[in-house]
């Protein structure tokens, strides 16, 4: 007999000498009442003890299912509003190209819009691979937010665009306080030189540069560059002028392709 065992025959000897010990003093019938309630209850402590710890893990296990389950609808909610926050987002984009299309519907053969499915891994990327089938080289690329830059490459299903940042385009632009003016926008890889710009007109930060349309490759008004920043060298006739896109590609889903050339 171990030491639990013992310890508990003591408990229970204990309690019926008790038990008896008190009886003494009562009524025969009371005796054996109150010896009987007692073994009673001693007997069923244990078992007592035993439903409720079993109760007790019963009860944790379902709060632990129902912790689980609870947490699986949360990232099921979150995977479902994050697919509408991008749908959302998809559908500005179109809507945007859209009215960029009823503007400017006139100035080439056909428009249609691209997905992009690559870019370079620059903070600004300089190429992008679209989803274009059958396109033509040289197509105009364009975001709801401004011109984006130029096909360069086709295949069966896809197309490569270098974009404004690239040295190898120029484009043609204007500012509308200055409809006159016949400047270039160059891209020197992560931001563009706004070249040809003579000292005496006087642009601003932040102003928007747009697509003037001459040399009949690129449609008139749309957004180019945003000037950064403004040099006045002395001595020199033109001034140094720096800006960033007015597009935004690298977050963009959809563009907008302009082609010059009929479809077959």
Known sequence: MNRKQRFRTFVILSL?????????T???????TLIFSS???????PLLIWQE???????????????LQLQTE???NGAQAQQLRYLLAENHQLKTLLKLLNHHNDAFESWQPASIIGRTPEKKSQRLMIQYPNGHEDDVIISGSGLVGLVEDVNAQTATVRTILDASIAVPIYSPKYPKLAALCRGEGSQL???MVPQNIELNID????????GNLYPPGIAVAKVTHIEHPKGEVFSKIYAVPAAFWQNDRWLMVASTKAEE
């Open 74 to 76: 949360q990232q099921q």
């Open 53 to 67: 710890v079993a109760l007790w893990f019963q009860n944790r296990a379902d709060l632990q299912q129902r912790y």
């Open 39 to 45: 073994l009673v209850e001693t007997i069923n402590r």
């Open 193 to 195: 030189f706004i070249d």
């Open 26 to 32: 009562q009524p025969l019938g009371s005796r054996f």
């Open 207 to 214: 102003d928007i540069l747009y697509t003037s349309g001459a």
């Open 16 to 24: 019926i000498i008790g038990a008896l010990a008190y009886s003494e």
